[in-house]
C-alpha cells in the first residue's frame, strides 16, 4: 500500500479536525475541564501540530524523545488554523509522495537512549497519526460541549446538527 491509498481518509479525517478547530472560543483558550486536563489552547495546538508527524514519520526512521524538537506553539486562534493548514499541505504532499516501500519500512523512536517502539510506517500514520488525531478532535468536542459550543458531527449527526 502507498501513501496515496489513505489521502481519501487523510482528506476526511483532517477535514473533520479543521472543522472543529475553526469553532474553538478564543475567548475561552484558558479554560480546561479539570486540573489534570490540556486546556483549550494546549490542545488545539496539539491537534495543530499533529499533521507535521506524518513527514517527521515518513523523512526519518528513527525519533530521539531526548532529541531537540522544535515545538510549534499558536498564541491565537487564527494562528492556531494557519499552522494547522501549514502542516497539513506538508503532510498532505509527504503522504502523496510515499511508496509502498516507504510505508513498510520501520520507524523507532527512543527515549533514554533505548528503542520503545518499532513498526512499519504505515502502521505508524494509522495509529500515533490518524487514530491520535480522531483521540484528541473528540476530546475538543468534549471541550466545546461543556463550553456550550454547538459541536460538529464527524461521521453522523449531533445535538447541535442534526440530519
Do not use: C
Request: net charge negative; no cysteine.
Amino acid at each position: 500500500m502507498n501513501g496515496s491509498m489513505l489521502l481519501p481518509e487523510f482528506d476526511h479525517e483532517f477535514a473533520e479536525t479543521r472543522k472543529a478547530l475553526e469553532r474553538i472560543p478564543e475567548d475561552k483558550l484558558d479554560w480546561k475541564p479539570h486540573e489534570k486536563s490540556f486546556s483549550l489552547h494546549a490542545l488545539s495546538g496539539h491537534l495543530a501540530e499533529i499533521p507535521n508527524w506524518m513527514r517527521v514519520t515518513l523523512e526519518m526512521d528513527v525519533f530521539d524523545l531526548d532529541a531537540p524538537y522544535e515545538r510549534v506553539v499558536p498564541e491565537t486562534k487564527e494562528e492556531i488554523l494557519s499552522t494547522f493548514d501549514a502542516q497539513l499541505k506538508d503532510a498532505r504532499e509527504a503522504l502523496a509522495r510515499a511508496s509502498g516501500e516507504t510505508m513498510m519500512e520501520t520507524w523507532s523512536m527512543k527515549k533514554n537512549g533505548e528503542v520503545v517502539m518499532s513498526m512499519p510506517k504505515g502502521a505508524v500514520l494509522r495509529s500515533f497519526i490518524f487514530n491520535h488525531n480522531v483521540h484528541h478532535r473528540a476530546q475538543l468536542g468534549v471541550y466545546l460541549r461543556m463550553l456550550d459550543v454547538p459541536v460538529p458531527g464527524h461521521y453522523g449527526p449531533t445535538a447541535d446538527e442534526p440530519m
